[in-house]
């Protein structure tokens, strides 16, 4: 009686899990995307299911040396984070919202990648409660220059 129990729940459960694997790989219709992370990097692992959830195909690629990573592709090194992605040609680095990487895909300017520098609190996958540091989004380009793409501005905790 209890082993039947275990097996119908379990089944359940296995049923449920399937449909939700169905349901989730349908929504991902968006841009490819490579995410370069450490594996322990849990704040990396939030934005990539923040971008899995707004529809990106997302491959997570662990990497144990995230520098010399940054260095193959070429990120000035006063815009590092803790993650680097590559989606459309492009070198996402950090904590970027997908409004401008959906804007620069669109736009395709002639530029190396995106940078949301160090990890602002309130950026996406650095989120806590309401608060949120004013932060820029940063364009570079191949020679190191960069410059502002996209201002954030701070945000104070509400007060209940
Ligand atoms: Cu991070």
């Known amino acids: 009686m209890k082993l039947e129990i275990i097996f119908w729940r379990g089944l359940a459960i296995a049923v449920a899990s399937l449909v939700a694997i ?9 841009p490819e995307i ?3 992370k450490s594996p322990s990097c849990s704040c990396c ?20 040396d995230v520098d010399s990573m940054r260095q193959q592709f070429g990120v000035p090194a006063p815009l590092a984070a803790c993650h680097t992605a ?3 040609g492009y070198t996402i ?8 990487i ?9 530029i ?17 409660g309401t608060v949120r540091e004013a932060y820029d989004v940063m364009t570079f380009d191949e020679h190191g220059q960069a410059s502002v793409y996209q ?5 104070a905790a509400r007060t209940p």
């Open 112 to 128: 190396a990648g995106l940078a949301v520098p160090g990890m602002p609190v309130g950026s996406p996958g650095m989120e806590r």
């Open 93 to 100: 680095v950090g904590h970027v919202p997908v409004a401008d």
């Open 22 to 30: 169905a349901c989730s790989q349908k929504a991902q219709t968006g």
């Open 34 to 36: 490579i995410v370069y």
């Open 102 to 110: 959906e804007r620069l895909l669109k736009e395709r300017p002639a």
């Open 151 to 155: 201002t954030y501005p701070g945000k």
């Open 45 to 64: 692992a939030l934005w990539a299911s923040y971008l899995r959830d707004s529809g990106f195909r997302v491959t997570i690629q662990a990497v144990h």
């Open 86 to 88: 590559r989606v459309g």
